[in-house]
């Protein structure tokens, strides 16, 4: 398989507002498979991945498009014999409720919480922010992949001595994950992000809190991941507090495990219902593939 003459079979085939995607389709079909003389494309598991070209998240329409111009491409492998009949006929099949559940880790998840840290780091340089910065977003991340619930109503006197102290048990933490809590918990001043203009927090012993307000909620720890994810959208990734604590809960069970089911330790872990902890064991595996495959 050629991919130049796939993109110029495109070009030849739909309307220009469809195939002008097929650069980035090409692109992103090359990053899921691999170059063509690699690459399986009979794995149904990539497939829902390649649906993923530029953003972390997928409308009804670029769906739609996306699909279309799939279709032609193993139209065209089937022709050459690199494609199966079934692999044709699973992605006519396909819909866009399977490929949002299966392109789920590879989106929202990440192989380890220093991964979670990196990505942020990668965004930041995007924007021209150093290392140092967007402390308040690493510090919602780090906290998040810890399984506290409410990093809102964490006092600065309960960052300390290289832990997380809460009122029924004591974190330990990293010492670069503890670094970075340490920087923001003294941080005065800092630059906005995306727009950089310096701003300063208002003096408070509560841990998250901004310029014009002394305690941050939740909701304002929400909508800063949320602008966060605008900025990286095009970066392939989306960082939510809820799908971090799993993926910190993930990271947990993998290094910690014992004999008993991964549904068994998630249930044991954060009491959810049984239900729940056995779709978050189907996650799990996912994550396990993805991230840890042959670890």
């Not at 995306?194 to 927090?201: D, G, H, I, K």
């Not at 779709?279 to 991230?291: I, N, P, Q």
Request: charged share 25%; proline share 4%; with cysteine.
């Amino acid at each position: 398989m050629d991919y130049g003459k796939f993109a110029e079979h495109c070009i030849a085939t739909f309307p220009e507002y469809v195939s002008k995607r097929t650069g980035a389709l090409v692109e992103r079909i090359e990053q899921v498979f691999g170059p063509p003389s690699q690459a399986n494309f009979n794995n149904t598991d990539l497939i829902p991945n390649v649906f993923y070209v530029t953003s972390s998240k997928l409308s009804n329409t670029n769906f739609y498009h996306i699909k279309r111009m799939l279709k032609l491409f193993y139209s065209d492998l089937y022709e050459e014999g690199l494609a199966t009949k079934e692999t044709v006929d699973y992605l006519e099949k396909l819909n866009m409720e399977s490929v949002v559940r299966s392109g789920e880790v590879e989106t929202k998840f990440f192989k380890d919480l220093q991964s979670a840290i990196a990505f942020i780091r990668t965004v930041g340089h995007h924007y021209q922010f150093n290392d140092s910065e967007l402390l308040q977003q690493k510090a919602i991340v780090i906290l998040s992949w810890l399984g506290i619930d409410e990093p809102q109503d964490l006092k600065k006197s309960q960052i300390r001595d290289g832990a997380v102290y809460l009122p029924n048990k004591v974190i330990r933490v990293g010492p670069k994950e503890f670094a970075i809590l340490e920087a923001y918990r003294d941080l005065d001043t800092f630059r906005t992000f995306p727009y950089p203009r310096s701003a300063t927090l208002l003096p408070s012993e509560w841990l998250f809190r901004g310029p014009r307000r002394d305690h941050l909620t939740k909701h304002n720890l929400m909508f800063a991941m949320q602008v966060f994810n605008e900025c990286a959208a095009d970066f392939g990734k989306n960082i939510t507090l809820a799908t971090t604590k799993i993926n910190g809960l993930f990271d947990y069970v993998r290094t910690h495990r014992t004999s008993q089911s991964v549904a068994t330790q998630i249930y044991n872990r954060i009491g959810t219902t049984r239900q729940i902890a056995f779709g978050y064991e189907k996650t799990y595996k996912r994550w396990m593939e993805v991230y840890w495959k042959g670890e």
